[in-house]
Structures are given as C-alpha cells and as structure tokens.
C-alpha cells in the first residue's frame, strides 16, 4: 500500500476504534465505494431502527432521530412522546434528549418527570433537556432536584442549576445561592453561571454578598441577561481532516423552546 493509503487506512481504523465516543461514523457493510460506506444512516434506516423490537437498536434509532434535523416531524414527536416511558432505560433516555431537539413547552413536563427516574443516563439527559425547553410549571422540579438530598449525582445537579438560569423567579435564586455553598465544583460553577444570568452581577461564591445585594434592590432581574443553552462543540481531532471524514458534530446555541422574547434578550 502506498504512503497516502496507509494514512487513510489508519486514520479509518483508529476512527472505527472511537465510534462510540464522537467520531459519529458508520461503516456500511457491502458499500461499493468509500463514500457509500461512510454515509449516514438515511431517515428510513433510522426510524427502522427506532422502531424494532431490540431496545438497543430501538435506542439507536431513536438517538440517530433526536440528533437529526428531520427529527421534528410530527409522527417522531409523537414516538418520542411514546418512548420517553420505555421500559429500556436507553430507549428513555435517546426520546428524552429527542424532546429536548425536538420539543415544545407542552413536553417539559415530560421531561421534567424523568428527573426522578432510577436511571442516571435518563436523569441526565432530562435537565440538559429541560435547558432547551422552557416552561414555568416545570421549576419546582428542577428545585428538586438541586437538593443533594434529592439528587445523589453531583452531574445532574451542575446540569439542573444551569437550566434554572432561564427562569428569573426569587424561588430560583435562592436556591442557586445556596448551591454555591456546595463543595462540588461543577454545581458551584453552574448556579454561579446562572446567577449571573439572571441577574447581571457578580458576587462571586460569597452567599452573603448576593443575599445582602438581593434585599437592596426593588428587581434583581433588571439587569438579566439571554439565557443560552450549552451545546456541543470540538475541535477536529486528526482523522477528520482526511477526505471523506465528516466534520464534527458541533451544535449552535440557542434561546430554549418557547422562552418568551423578554426573557431571551429579544
């Protein structure tokens, strides 16, 4: 094999090494070309998938879905809506993420009831979701799950405190200020994130400042900023800059579904 071959080569093999952590490629058994063998699964294979009996081709599916631009029609909204009670924990937790893509406020309390589910990938995946979808009625929910009392992983915390950032109601900030006594750092750095959000200062970790500062003040969410969700993003790694090799799956940032204008600085 020549030299250029050999790199292509390798960099197939070590991407076929980390399919499940990113690289986002599948190998087409039978492909008659290089580009065929890359090529996504096409919206019928998907919703295939999503539909079989196997729960882990089924979770498959539905994740290929959630991921997918298409996967907003009507008849996926609807399997995701099915799906989100799946005995499969997976399977719960791709039609959870799909609501999150795919949703509208009606479904945050969907998601909202996932936060509770004895899984930790489905409780994860509900507040990354509940960070995409905005709905009031869902607030107490995510209150409850900020408590370590209630909620053991320190993740689903740090990803619930986040969420809390788009609703600007004083229940809200005093607990994300008494997160900031936490002594995990990804909650702290989470309900100090949201704080400022929702109220355009900085008060750093001191608990008392930003309690002193909320009894001086008539509104502290004057000053609110556009509450964003995270999304994914990466660099290339150095496979994806041979031909063929999609680029990665980075996301854009948004306001969540359904947030009023004044609440997403518009």
């Not at 039978?30 to 979770?59: K, Y």
């Not at 900031?180 to 309900?191: C, D, I, K, N, Y």
């Amino acid at each position: 094999m020549n030299r250029p071959g050999r790199w292509i080569a390798a960099g197939l093999s070590a991407c076929a090494g980390v399919l499940g952590t990113g690289c986002g490629l599948e190998f087409r058994e039978g492909a008659a070309t290089l580009t065929q063998a890359l090529a996504p699964p096409t919206p019928t294979e998907a919703a295939e998938r999503a539909l079989s009996s196997n729960p882990d081709l089924r979770a498959q599916g539905t994740l290929l879905l959630a991921n997918a631009p298409f996967g907003g029609g009507d008849p996926y909204v609807m399997m995701y809506e099915d799906y989100i009670n799946d005995p499969a924990p997976t399977v719960r937790a791709a039609a959870t993420r799909a609501l999150g893509n795919h949703g509208v406020p009606r479904h945050a309390p969907m998601i909202a009831a996932n936060l509770r589910d004895p899984q930790r990938i489905v409780r994860i995946e509900a507040a990354r979701a509940l960070q995409r979808v905005h709905n009031p009625a869902v607030i107490e929910s995510l209150l409850w799950s900020l408590q370590r009392g209630n909620e053991q992983e320190v993740d689903v915390r740090a990803e619930v405190a986040h969420a809390l950032g788009q609703y600007p109601d004083h229940r809200v900030l005093q607990q994300l200020i008494s997160a900031l006594g936490e002594r995990q750092l990804r909650v702290t750095h989470s309900a100090l994130a949201s704080l400022r959000t929702l109220t355009g200062q900085d008060f750093g970790l001191d608990r008392r400042a930003w309690l002193e500062w909320i009894g001086s003040v008539p509104d502290p969410f004057a000053a609110r900023s556009a509450y964003v969700y995270p999304v994914f993003h990466r660099d290339k790694l150095w496979f994806e800059f041979l031909p063929f090799m999609p680029p990665p799956p980075n996301e854009q940032s948004s306001n969540p579904s359904g947030m009023a204008r004044d609440l997403s600085g518009g």
